[in-house]
């Protein structure tokens, strides 16, 4: 029998929020490998006995390769855990790759999606990031850090479009995002809420503006693992959606203007 490699999101935390696919899928897993620095171990608690567990925040990529390979070879199953969505900053695709490049074939590996956190993030803000007249946009980036940002995507060219966006990874270098934000195009008095640890226990909501909102998270102390949010549907009136206008006919609706 061969053996089958799952890369699954676990959700951004609350273990409740993982897809009831994935849950199954590390139910039967022989191999286990969880992204470990962010991943609720609580998702594992579901598995058989005899599972075996590894955390990936203690091994490089081809350590991680070696594992989930050795395990297809034995025809084993195996659930390679991720944060969120694999497809958000999951670093999959040189996975992917890799087991290609060692002659995994296609039907050997499949993704599950799972809850991003930067829609977990809307969730705690009660937010639709598309407001129409607003913005019908919803630009997903980082702040440049180790891993380059290629110069087309710099952070102050993506504001000049003044969409709704969800910056990843850069809560560490608030101060240098929201000048750059600036810089770019959106006014100082932009809303923006930042989310700590959405969907956990201990999640936290700041809420400023471009001006103010580096100050208000410095008095807050360390805050990790945190999506940062601007833009203006953050608190603005817009125009009710067209989906639900009476006047509006959908394939589903015959609306009263028709
Ligand atoms: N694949 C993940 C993202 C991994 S990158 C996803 O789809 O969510 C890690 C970054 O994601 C963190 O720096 C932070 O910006 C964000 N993040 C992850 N979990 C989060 C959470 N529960 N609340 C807020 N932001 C989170």
Redesign the pocket.
């Known amino acids: 029998m061969l053996g089958k490699l799952y890369f699954i999101?676990a959700g951004?935390?609350d273990p409740e929020l993982i897809t009831v696919k994935g849950k199954r899928i590390i139910s039967e897993a022989d191999v286990i490998i969880y992204a470990g620095s962010?991943v609720n171990p609580e998702v594992l608690n579901c598995r058989k006995n005899g599972a075996v567990v590894y955390n990936s925040a203690e091994m490089n990529l081809d350590e991680v390769l070696k594992v989930e390979l050795e395990a297809l070879n034995k025809g084993l199953e195996v659930a390679r855990v991720?944060?969120?969505?694999?497809a958000?900053?999951?670093a999959i695709q040189e996975q992917m790759d890799g087991l290609r490049a060692a002659g995994i074939n296609e039907e050997q590996f499949e993704v599950i999606p799972?809850v991003?956190?930067?829609l977990?993030?809307a969730a705690a803000l009660k937010q639709e990031y598309t407001l129409p007249s607003i913005s019908q946009t919803v630009i997903i980036t980082r702040m440049e850090g180790r891993t380059p940002v290629p110069p087309k995507e710099k952070l102050a060219s993506l504001a000049a479009h003044q969409a709704t966006m969800c910056i990843?990874?850069?809560?560490q270098a608030i101060d240098k995002v929201m000048s750059t934000l600036k810089e770019g195009g959106y006014p100082g008095d932009t809303p923006v809420a930042i989310?700590?640890?959405?969907?956990?226990p201990d999640q936290r909501i700041f809420r400023g503006t471009i001006d103010t909102i580096a100050d208000i998270l410095h008095k807050a102390g360390v805050v990790r693992?945190?999506?940062i949010v601007v833009g203006k549907v953050l608190d603005t009136d817009y125009e009710l959606s067209k989906l639900y206008d009476s006047k509006f006919t959908t394939m589903f609706r015959k609306g009263t203007e028709d």
């Open positions: 999101g951004p935390g962010l991720h944060t969120g969505d694999p958000i900053y999951g799972g991003s956190s930067f977990a993030t990843f990874l850069s809560v989310v700590s640890r959405a969907s956990w693992q945190a999506m």
